[in-house]
């Protein structure tokens, strides 16, 4: 089914959306800019805030000072002797820290303004690189920590040495992931009001944030106040954000102790410059990968170390890129025998946190090269290696050895989907013939699981059990469905989409499910965390919605549907069992003549309740909350179902390189994706789209780069490269099989992460394969023809990247 | 992101410009391509913007003297469309690469020469097609050749008191030949490397050739290439194929790749990696143009 087109876009395409930007909620809202440390390292040994304060037209200035007397550092995923605040207190970490934040009566006057303020900065040693950051001499960012270390945890499951022990091969990888970002078209904007009531201080924020979630507890945490004082309202239109909005919230801190020192309320819209220094990236990681395998390459065992670069704090959800993928990460393999080490490091950049597929390109990038690595060194073909070890067609469910349970699918019939559909054998031939004239062509493959419907448990992994205490396992999702008097089914849907066209799946579903047309159905995007029911998993993260929501919807829409068929009963003088919603009627399915309009019957329960039989509830409003009961806390010996589904994607690039200029051209791209149930085909295809131009940027032209001293090097979109459409118009066939997850009530799971954890690495591949008869591999990202000219040029052999 | 507080004129004539930019820190502004983001990032101060827009002289695309006069405010769109340009097929090949759609909409050509940034394609074309620049003073109006006009990175000879007023190209002539070509990191950026080539074919065994490089030097570099291109095609002149032309350049190529490259490079493009790329789009770019002079095509891509 194509489904529905998006209801979102004429709104959007006309410039009538209802972005932040758009709302001016309080009269009088005063403007805030922000003043950023210019150093990576420094002591602050003095503030002076005077002339900025003396400025005219500004309200309030707010530094180091004024944030320790009234903020509580937020409160960390794991204790770690770390403090987190909103700006730098003792000293700055990261070019691009907030110091200070100056609210005047505009924009051009706050950074009028911005500029008198005083800070003396000691400038101190940086330390950007990861294994630089494990030194023991290594400049330390938190004096209170005794390195630079944050987390260090170490699982093994199965019997890992042993298969080292007797495995006819090992095979090591050493693996860097860049830093990159998912650039939303619009960046962070915030509203903060504070007020002093008898009872303590309330704080009211408007901010483009997809939460509440768990961010909300650890605002209030740092506000000193109790969620229930703390109200969060978000706009319905948001700007994109595939997870890097999750770290607005230290500016919502931030710009609630300025509302205080304002004494009016404050707006800050970031600008881009802040927003590429200083809000949110995917971590960097360092990573080895080693692989105990038979004389065929089948994988007995995996040891894994995966070094994270959270950047200069642990801001929560940190150290979560590590976790995320915990239960899948063995990936599509049929491995037993598992060992990791799991560590975040900081360093003098800025802190990290969601990034659309949230840990996936990271774990996947080591794993999928590790296993073309395997098949060079074997001498093998990589698409055999990996049929070797998919999990076999009819093994599902399957559980792996770190605790996921793959609910669905049919890996070997998907990836030889894409091998067809890209023409694999064919692609080896032409490969073949260009190598003979001298020409550079690459095949690569990745088949990846990937994992939607997060459970938040997995955050406690970063603790070890016994210091766990209680676990956690949120994972629930709430619908509200309410039915007028002229039939008209609203739904409140509180899924804070960010262009994703929730609004449009939902009016799909309902209308499918009540037999509505389905302008009947009038989905409300609305997130207040005062009246929309919300717990601590409620938001826009780990492709949720198709998983998650709908399985809600479809309880609460049923519900709806009964109460309806009891009233249609009462005016057909029939058995509610005996009937069936159809066309905009409720009709006795055996006599379809015998029908009344749905309105008439939600009509009867408005103006007639009295009328309904006895013990039917006059209730034309219905929740419903799902809450998967596969989601558990963490296991004491450290397994965790750290996702509800598990979808898979398979991908085969082809990728010339012209010998002249280097550049990379895409020639084929092939893509299957099984995401259960297809609810909406036309999104699913713009979520795959989207995935692969991301996943592009990150692989070919986008890194969030410092250097060596700490400065970022790609402060503006003159330097930090997004792909356009001119580098977006690959060839690209896509493809999908539908195994339906048997634990959503549509068989649906997410899909709009997939292809950012899986074509990173195809492209890696492909152009490692490219290069291979120049003894070249590539171990990191990203490839442009500037990076392959130094490989092709080192004159070395066998060097990696 | 707010620019510092400036002053806005906006004149109606040159001479009301010429009296505006006699005072400290003035700085005109007509596309506002590059100064504005340069302003809103407060790397730029001006105490006054002069906007030139209103000045109906300044806003003249015409026919004049065997070349084309762009005044100061003609967009560069309005250039890529204009018929006139046709007849200056180097200027129709390089006007895509310059930024993107949006950004030629309103992004001037003047102000493109103005700005002299040394990655930027409308420069080396001036210093191709030996284009002439009219500078307005108090002094009085001068003219000043491309290649005399560009000093160094983002510095040009015109004085902060002047006013580049029009740019002129002259029309290409009977067997001359272009060819444009550069690489970016994406389609829309500014050069990594770019060459224009110039080949005049009137003689086949002969031709005069001229390569402009941009993007590798604080400056367009311009070479004279004739001897490099006759050595190639004295045999056979107008008959020798395309590819034999490239295979006898690239012999050449790196010699004039490592005369030419001597930007430091940067993390999308090292000197050595310039220098490749110098080295094969010229040897290619000179070859097509060859080609087009001896053919006497008119080709604009």
Not at chain 2, 32 to 54: C, E, F, H, K, Y
Not at chain 2, 116 to 127: F, I, M
């Given at each position: 089914?194509?489904?529905?087109?998006?209801?979102?876009?004429?709104?959007?395409?006309?410039?009538?959306?209802h972005?932040?930007?758009?709302?001016?909620?309080?009269?009088?809202t005063?403007?805030?800019?922000?003043?950023?440390?210019?150093?990576?390292?420094a002591?602050?040994?003095?503030?002076?805030?005077?002339?900025?304060?003396r400025?005219?037209?500004?309200?309030?200035?707010?530094?180091?000072?004024?944030?320790?007397?009234?903020?509580?550092?937020?409160?960390?995923?794991?204790?770690?002797?770390?403090?987190?605040?909103?700006?730098?207190?003792?000293?700055?970490?990261?070019?691009?820290?907030?110091?200070?934040v100056?609210?005047?009566?505009?924009?051009?006057t706050?950074?009028?303004?911005?500029?008198?303020?005083?800070?003396?900065?000691?400038?101190?040693?940086?330390?950007?690189?990861t294994?630089?950051?494990?030194?023991?001499?290594?400049?330390?960012?938190?004096?209170?920590?005794?390195?630079?270390?944050?987390?260090?945890?170490?699982f093994?499951?199965?019997?890992?040495?042993?298969?080292?022990?007797?495995a006819?091969?090992?095979?090591?990888?050493?693996?860097?992931?860049?830093?990159?970002?998912?650039?939303?078209?619009?960046?962070?904007?915030?509203?903060?009001?504070?007020?002093?009531?008898v009872?303590?201080?309330?704080?009211?924020?408007?901010?483009?944030?997809?939460g509440p979630?768990?961010?909300?507890?650890?605002?209030?945490?740092?506000?000193?106040?109790?969620?229930s004082?703390?109200?969060?309202?978000?706009?319905?239109?948001i700007?994109?954000?595939?997870?890097?909005?999750?770290?607005?919230?230290?500016?919502?801190?931030?710009?609630?102790?300025?509302?205080?020192?304002?004494?009016?309320?404050?707006?800050?819209?970031?600008?881009?410059?802040?927003?590429?220094?200083?809000?949110?990236?995917?971590?960097?990681?360092?990573?080895?990968?080693?692989?105990?395998?038979?004389?065929g390459?089948?994988?007995?065992?995996?040891?894994?170390?995966?070094?994270?670069?959270?950047?200069a704090?642990?801001?929560?959800?940190?150290?979560?890129?590590?976790?995320?993928?915990?239960?899948?990460?063995?990936?599509?393999?049929?491995?037993?025998?598992?060992?990791?080490?799991?560590?975040?490091?900081?360093?003098?950049?800025?802190?990290?946190?969601?990034?659309r597929?949230?840990?996936?390109?990271?774990?996947?990038?080591?794993?999928e090269?590790?296993?073309?690595?395997?098949?060079?060194?074997?001498?093998?073909?990589?698409?055999d290696?990996?049929?070797?070890?998919?999990?076999?067609?009819?093994?599902?469910?399957?559980a792996?050895?770190?605790?996921?349970?793959?609910?669905?699918?049919?890996?070997?019939?998907?990836?030889?989907?894409?091998?067809?559909?890209?023409?694999y054998?064919?692609?080896?031939?032409?490969q073949?013939?260009?190598?003979?004239?001298?020409?550079?062509?690459?095949?690569?493959?990745?088949?990846?699981?990937?994992?939607?419907?997060?459970?938040?448990?997995?955050?406690?992994?970063?603790?070890?059990?016994?210091?766990?205490g209680?676990?956690k396992?949120?994972?629930?999702?709430?619908?509200?469905?309410?039915?007028?008097?002229?039939?008209?089914?609203?739904?409140?849907?509180?899924?804070?989409?960010?262009?994703?066209?929730?609004?449009?799946?939902?009016?799909?579903?309902?209308?499918?499910?009540?037999?509505?047309?389905?302008?009947?159905?009038?989905?409300?995007?609305?997130?207040?965390?005062?009246?929309?029911?919300?717990?601590?998993?409620?938001?826009?993260?780990s492709?949720?919605?198709?998983?998650?929501?709908?399985?809600?919807?479809?309880?609460?829409?049923?519900?709806?549907?009964?109460?309806?068929?009891?009233?249609?009963?009462?005016?057909?003088?029939?058995?509610?069992?005996?009937?069936?919603?159809?066309?905009?009627?409720?009709?006795?399915?055996?006599?379809?003549?015998?029908n009344?309009?749905?309105?008439?019957?939600?009509?009867?329960?408005?103006w007639?309740?009295?009328?309904?039989?006895?013990?039917?509830?006059?209730?034309?409003?219905?929740?419903?909350?799902?809450?998967?009961?596969?989601?558990?806390a963490?296991?004491?010996?450290?397994?965790?179902?750290?996702?509800?589904?598990?979808?898979?994607?398979?991908?085969?690039?082809?990728?010339?390189?012209?010998?002249?200029?280097?550049?990379?051209?895409?020639?084929?791209?092939?893509?299957?994706?099984?995401?259960?149930?297809?609810?909406?085909?036309?999104?699913?295809?713009?979520?795959?789209?989207?995935?692969?131009?991301?996943?592009?940027?990150?692989?070919?032209?986008?890194?969030?780069?410092?250097?060596?001293?700490?400065?970022?090097?790609?402060?503006?979109?003159?330097?930090?490269?997004?792909?356009?459409?001119?580098?977006?118009?690959?060839?690209?066939?896509?493809?999908?099989?539908?195994?339906?997850?048997?634990?959503?009530?549509?068989?649906?799971?997410?899909?709009?992460?997939?292809?950012?954890?899986?074509?990173?690495?195809?492209?890696?591949?492909?152009?490692?394969?490219?290069?291979?008869?120049?003894?070249?591999?590539?171990?990191?990202?990203?490839?442009?023809?500037?990076?392959?000219?130094?490989l092709?040029?080192k004159?070395?052999?066998?060097?990696?990247? | 992101?707010?620019?510092?507080?400036?002053?806005y004129?906006?004149?109606?004539?040159?001479?009301?410009?010429?009296?505006?930019?006699?005072?400290?820190?003035?700085?005109?502004?007509?596309?506002?391509?590059?100064?504005?983001?340069?302003?809103?990032?407060?790397?730029?101060?001006?105490?006054?913007?002069?906007?030139?827009?209103?000045?109906?002289?300044?806003?003249?695309?015409?026919?004049?003297?065997?070349?084309?006069?762009?005044?100061?405010?003609?967009?560069?769109?309005?250039?890529?469309?204009?018929?006139?340009?046709?007849?200056?097929?180097?200027?129709?090949?390089?006007?895509?690469?310059?930024?993107?759609?949006?950004?030629?909409?309103?992004?001037?050509?003047?102000?493109?020469?103005?700005?002299a940034?040394?990655?930027?394609?409308?420069?080396?074309?001036?210093?191709?097609?030996?284009?002439?620049?009219?500078?307005?003073?108090?002094?009085?109006?001068?003219?000043?050749?491309?290649?005399?006009?560009?000093?160094?990175?983002?510095?040009?000879?015109?004085?902060?008191?002047?006013?580049?007023?029009s740019?002129?190209?002259?029309?290409?002539?009977?067997?001359?030949?272009?060819?444009?070509?550069?690489?970016?990191?994406?389609?829309?950026?500014?050069?990594?490397?770019?060459?224009?080539?110039?080949?005049?074919?009137?003689?086949?065994?002969?031709?005069?050739?001229?390569?402009?490089?941009?993007?590798?030097?604080?400056?367009?570099?311009?070479?004279?290439?004739?001897?490099?291109?006759?050595?190639?095609?004295?045999?056979?002149?107008?008959?020798?194929?395309?590819?034999?032309?490239?295979?006898?350049l690239?012999?050449?190529?790196?010699?004039?790749?490592?005369?030419?490259v001597?930007?430091?490079?940067d993390?999308?493009?090292s000197?050595?990696?310039?220098?490749q790329?110098?080295?094969?789009?010229?040897?290619?770019?000179?070859?097509?143009?060859?080609?087009?002079?001896?053919?006497?095509?008119?080709?604009?891509?």
């Amino acid at each position: 089914m194509t489904g529905l087109a998006r209801i979102e876009d004429v709104p959007l395409l006309t410039g009538k959306g209802h972005f932040l930007d758009d709302l001016d909620p309080l009269p009088g809202t005063l403007v805030a800019a922000i003043v950023r440390s210019p150093h990576p390292h420094a002591r602050i040994r003095g503030v002076n805030l005077d002339r900025a304060r003396r400025h005219p037209g500004v309200a309030a200035v707010v530094g180091p000072d004024e944030v320790l007397e009234t903020l509580k550092p937020f409160p960390l995923s794991l204790k770690a002797p770390m403090p987190y605040y909103p700006t730098a207190t003792d000293k700055t970490r990261y070019v691009g820290e907030p110091v200070a934040v100056v609210v005047a009566t505009d924009r051009y006057t706050a950074e009028d303004a911005a500029e008198l303020v005083e800070i003396d900065y000691e400038p101190l040693d940086a330390v950007v690189g990861t294994y630089d950051a494990l030194e023991p001499d290594a400049p330390r960012l938190h004096d209170t920590a005794d390195s630079n270390v944050a987390t260090d945890r170490t699982f093994d499951f199965g019997q890992v040495d042993d298969a080292f022990a007797r495995a006819a091969h090992t095979v090591t990888g050493r693996y860097s992931f860049p830093r990159y970002s998912s650039t939303p078209m619009e960046c962070y904007s915030v509203i903060a009001d504070w007020q002093d009531t008898v009872d303590g201080p309330e704080v009211t924020s408007w901010a483009n944030f997809h939460g509440p979630f768990s961010m909300v507890l650890v605002v209030a945490g740092a506000l000193d106040i109790p969620t229930s004082r703390f109200r969060l309202i978000v706009p319905e239109d948001i700007g994109g954000s595939f997870g890097i909005k999750a770290s607005i919230y230290p500016y919502i801190a931030l710009m609630a102790l300025a509302s205080k020192h304002a004494g009016r309320p404050v707006r800050w819209t970031e600008d881009r410059l802040e927003h590429l220094l200083a809000s949110s990236s995917g971590s960097d990681r360092e990573m080895t990968f080693e692989a105990a395998i038979d004389e065929g390459g089948v994988i007995s065992a995996l040891r894994v170390d995966l070094i994270d670069n959270v950047g200069a704090y642990l801001r929560p959800p940190e150290p979560s890129t590590l976790y995320r993928c915990f239960g899948n990460i063995t990936g599509a393999y049929r491995i037993e025998n598992v060992q990791i080490r799991a560590r975040a490091v900081v360093t003098n950049k800025a802190p990290t946190g969601l990034n659309r597929g949230f840990g996936g390109q990271q774990l996947y990038f080591g794993l999928e090269r590790l296993i073309d690595e395997i098949a060079r060194e074997r001498k093998l073909d990589p698409v055999d290696v990996r049929k070797a070890n998919l999990i076999a067609t009819g093994s599902f469910p399957y559980a792996t050895a770190t605790g996921g349970i793959y609910d669905s699918g049919d890996y070997e019939q998907a990836f030889q989907m894409a091998l067809d559909a890209a023409g694999y054998d064919k692609l080896r031939e032409e490969q073949r013939m260009a190598r003979e004239r001298g020409e550079l062509y690459g095949i690569g493959v990745a088949t990846i699981v990937d994992p939607s419907a997060t459970n938040i448990g997995y955050v406690g992994l970063a603790t070890p059990a016994h210091d766990r205490g209680r676990g956690k396992s949120g994972s629930t999702e709430h619908v509200r469905v309410i039915v007028d008097p002229q039939g008209i089914v609203s739904v409140l849907l509180g899924t804070v989409p960010q262009g994703q066209g929730h609004a449009t799946v939902v009016r799909q579903v309902v209308a499918d499910r009540l037999g509505l047309p389905s302008g009947q159905v009038v989905p409300r995007v609305e997130m207040d965390t005062r009246s929309t029911p919300w717990t601590l998993s409620t938001g826009s993260y780990s492709s949720r919605f198709a998983p998650m929501l709908t399985s809600a919807l479809i309880e609460a829409t049923d519900r709806i549907a009964e109460t309806i068929k009891v009233a249609g009963a009462v005016l057909l003088g029939a058995d509610p069992a005996d009937l069936e919603l159809v066309g905009g009627e409720v009709r006795v399915a055996a006599e379809p003549e015998r029908n009344v309009a749905f309105r008439h019957a939600a009509g009867l329960i408005h103006w007639d309740p009295g009328s309904l039989p006895d013990g039917t509830s006059a209730r034309l409003y219905e929740e419903a909350a799902f809450t998967p009961p596969q989601s558990k806390a963490p296991s004491r010996t450290d397994q965790i179902n750290s996702s509800l589904c598990y979808g898979f994607v398979a991908e085969v690039v082809a990728c010339r390189i012209d010998p002249d200029t280097l550049q990379i051209s895409l020639e084929t791209v092939s893509t299957v994706h099984d995401v259960g149930t297809i609810l909406n085909a036309t999104l699913l295809e713009g979520q795959i789209h989207g995935a692969l131009v991301q996943a592009l940027g990150g692989a070919v032209y986008e890194e969030l780069s410092y250097s060596e001293s700490g400065q970022p090097t790609a402060t503006t979109f003159m330097d930090y490269l997004c792909p356009t459409t001119a580098e977006s118009s690959f060839p690209l066939t896509s493809n999908h099989l539908e195994t339906p997850s048997p634990l959503t009530k549509l068989g649906a799971k997410g899909g709009g992460e997939g292809s950012s954890m899986s074509f990173p690495v195809a492209i890696a591949n492909a152009v490692s394969d490219a290069l291979s008869p120049q003894g070249i591999a590539i171990n990191s990202l990203p490839l442009h023809p500037n990076v392959l000219h130094t490989l092709l040029n080192k004159g070395t052999n066998q060097e990696g990247n | 992101m707010k620019p510092a507080p400036f002053e806005y004129v906006r004149p109606g004539s040159v001479d009301d410009v010429l009296s505006e930019l006699g005072r400290d820190g003035a700085k005109v502004i007509a596309g506002g391509q590059s100064l504005v983001p340069i302003l809103a990032m407060r790397l730029a101060r001006p105490t006054t913007l002069v906007d030139i827009n209103a000045i109906g002289d300044l806003g003249v695309l015409t026919s004049v003297s065997k070349g084309l006069h762009v005044g100061a405010t003609v967009r560069q769109r309005a250039v890529q469309h204009d018929p006139t340009a046709a007849r200056i097929p180097l200027l129709r090949m390089a006007l895509p690469w310059v930024g993107h759609r949006e950004l030629r909409s309103r992004g001037t050509v003047c102000g493109s020469l103005a700005h002299a940034d040394s990655a930027a394609e409308l420069p080396a074309v001036a210093c191709c097609l030996d284009a002439t620049i009219t500078v307005a003073s108090p002094r009085g109006e001068r003219l000043v050749a491309a290649s005399e006009f560009f000093v160094a990175a983002m510095t040009t000879s015109v004085q902060p008191d002047e006013l580049v007023t029009s740019v002129h190209f002259p029309y290409a002539t009977t067997n001359q030949g272009f060819g444009f070509a550069e690489i970016a990191r994406r389609h829309g950026d500014f050069a990594l490397a770019g060459v224009a080539v110039r080949v005049d074919a009137r003689d086949p065994f002969r031709p005069t050739a001229r390569v402009v490089c941009f993007g590798v030097s604080d400056k367009p570099v311009v070479r004279d290439v004739s001897a490099w291109l006759a050595s190639a095609v004295a045999t056979e002149g107008a008959e020798t194929p395309e590819m034999t032309i490239r295979a006898s350049l690239s012999d050449g190529s790196a010699d004039l790749a490592d005369d030419v490259v001597d930007t430091v490079g940067d993390a999308h493009g090292s000197t050595a990696y310039r220098r490749q790329l110098i080295a094969a789009l010229s040897s290619r770019e000179l070859a097509r143009a060859y080609i087009r002079a001896t053919q006497d095509q008119v080709e604009t891509t």
